[in-house]
């Protein structure tokens, strides 16, 4: 009887979060039985684990600006400008890693800080200080870079710190891969158990009664802002050292597939509800979507089509179970 109520507890503390995991079951196993020659080999998923986390850190980050009710438009230049920096200080110290990473990453929290700064002490709406840093650091780069490349390849290839970001473990996982896992574990940890990722609940739930609990909601913002800033950058690494180059382009497609993943993951644009682990299947979903769509035989022009469908049913789900807690 107690394992009949724990389970029970357990069930309805967690919807959200199995919600998103049967979706992803079913959608893997029609891509399983539609296209057998694909789904039961292996490369396929080392492909999904080779791309994924290059959006999924950004996505797991940007669930914390999304749960308090926020948004953040700008991450895809914040990517271009932090890749730009890196392989800008990469090439002219002679591969000093240290310094390059400090400072990238230095400047995507600076980034992240402009956003907070502009949305707790203007008072902009968040949708539109980032839509304008979106512009402003995408234009940074076209400025710097002239429409130039960058490339990495005899400062980064076959170096120790190449290897730890982006070498295949045991010659077969990506160790990229297995930074997104560990990050997510780690974000999973600070959202649901520590306190700061309880006042993005509170915050993101009744902004006035936070306030009454003592909670400095502006500082709550600002931080989780500046943690998206820092994750932006971080995944603008992560990508130079897989292409060992860098395009002003950098990061520009990443907007759409890692919102995507937050909301398909349930997490509420309304603010107080969102899961991480639910973003995680997020990113697995979205990030399996356009292969799947073509090994099953369809054309790829049917993939925005079935992308907007499933964010649609996923999302109606979602609000659905929420309608039936309240």
Do not use: C
Request: glycine content about 12%; aromatic content about 16%; hydrophobic content about 55%.
């Amino acid at each position: 009887m107690l394992s009949n109520i724990l389970n029970s507890y357990f069930v309805k503390s967690h919807r959200l979060e199995i919600s998103i995991t049967i979706i992803a079951i079913v959608l893997f196993l029609i891509y399983f039985f539609g296209a057998t020659h694909v789904f039961t080999r292996f490369p396929i998923y080392r492909a999904f684990m080779q791309s994924m986390p290059f959006f999924g850190i950004i996505a797991i980050s940007a669930t914390f600006v999304v749960t308090l009710g926020e948004i953040d438009l700008s991450f895809p230049s914040i990517v271009g400008i932090t890749s730009l920096t890196f392989g800008m200080l990469l090439t002219s110290t002679d591969g000093n890693f240290f310094i390059s990473f400090a400072l990238a990453t230095a400047l995507g929290m600076f980034a992240g800080l402009i956003n907070g700064l502009l949305v707790t002490k203007i008072g902009i709406p968040s949708i539109v200080a980032t839509i304008g840093t979106l512009f402003f650091w995408r234009g940074l780069v076209n400025v710097i870079s002239q429409g130039s490349g960058i490339a990495i390849v005899d400062e980064a290839d076959g170096t120790w710190h190449h290897m730890i970001f982006v070498d295949k473990l045991f010659g077969t996982i990506p160790a990229q891969f297995i930074w997104f896992v560990v990050l997510t574990g780690l974000m999973q940890w600070v959202y649901r158990y520590h306190k700061f990722g309880n006042h993005i609940h509170f915050v993101g739930d009744n902004k006035a009664s936070a306030q009454m609990m003592g909670i400095n909601v502006d500082r709550v913002k600002i931080i989780a802002f500046v943690q998206l800033g820092f994750f932006s950058a971080l995944a603008g690494i992560f990508t130079m050292y897989e292409m060992l180059y860098f395009w002003p382009t950098q990061g520009s497609g990443l907007m759409l597939t890692t919102l995507a993943a937050v909301f398909v993951g349930g997490t509420s644009v309304f603010g107080g509800r969102g899961t991480v682990y639910g973003t995680f299947i997020g990113v697995l979903i979205i990030g399996s979507l356009e292969s799947g769509i073509v090994a099953l035989g369809l054309s790829g022009f049917y993939v925005q089509f079935i992308n907007g469908l499933m964010i649609t049913i996923a999302v109606t789900i979602y609000a659905l179970i929420q309608k039936r807690k309240t």
